[in-house]
Every structure is written in C-alpha cells, then in structure tokens.
C-alpha cells in the first residue's frame, strides 16, 4: 500500500477526511455499483497527507498562515490576490519525490488497467467541501484528458 495515494477501490465514505468528498463518493460507488454489473471508471487520490507534506516541505504552512491572516472578507480584490499568492507558493513548490514517486507509479497501474498513456481527469477533492453549512462548489480546479 502506498502512503500518500489511494485508490478508488481502497476507499469508502469513511476515507472523506483523508481524500475528500468526491474521492470518497467515487471509491463508494465502484464498491458498491460495479458488482451489480456497472462500469465505473477507476482511478486513484492523493491524500491529505500528501497535501501536508508538500506543504511541511516546503516550508509553506507558516507564509500561507501569514496571508490568510491578513484576509479582509469585506476586500474581495485583496481577498482575491492572497489566494493568488496562495496559490502561487504551493505551485511554485517543489513536490516531494516520495509523492511523486507514488503518482508516477499509480498512474503506471492506471495504464496497466486501460491503456498506457490514458487520459485522465485531475480534478480536486477538499476534505470540507460541500458541508450542510457551506458549499464549495466550483472553486476547485479540474483539468480533463491530461
């Protein structure tokens, strides 16, 4: 088993804190859906762990919690450049070879189920998306036939 990967099959509604929500909806579905004959793409999920570490790698929990303390609700322009800066750091990152490593060897087993070199969808899953009193739909990106 891999540290900072799951796959669909390995994970349930249980796992939402750990891959999120459309991760854990899509690991519920292959389980319960495909033995009754529905084909479901598989797939895989990095983990929150994985988010942490790159995060704790890179030295970026401490900058990130210097802008987000910054935040002004009421500045949506101010609002709206933190979460660029935001975003900026964590791409600019380095991701650390172990997780890399794992991504690679996940998307190889993908190619080894369907074809070597499939298109993927990445796409995001929060871990607090969608929550009875507040929604997030939308803000995540999703980026198709990588």
Do not use: W
Not at 57 to 80: G, H, M, R, W, Y
């Amino acid at each position: 088993m891999m540290k900072y990967i799951r796959t669909f099959e390995e994970v349930t509604i249980q796992d939402l804190p750990l891959v999120g929500g459309k991760n854990a909806s899509l690991g519920e579905m292959i389980q319960h859906l495909c033995p009754q004959g529905i084909n479901i793409p598989t797939g895989f999920a990095t983990t929150a762990d994985a988010f942490r570490k790159h995060l704790n790698d890179n030295n970026l929990v401490e900058p990130i919690t210097k802008l987000l303390n910054t935040i002004d609700k009421s500045d949506l322009q101010a609002f709206a450049k933190i979460g660029k800066e935001i975003r900026s750091l964590i791409y600019q990152a380095t991701l650390p070879s172990e997780i890399e490593q794992e991504i690679i060897q996940a998307y190889k087993n993908l190619g080894k189920r369907y074809e070597d070199n499939c298109d993927v969808a990445v796409r995001s899953s929060a871990t607090a998306e969608d929550l009875p009193e507040a929604s997030f739909a939308g803000q995540q990106e999703t980026f198709l036939n990588v």
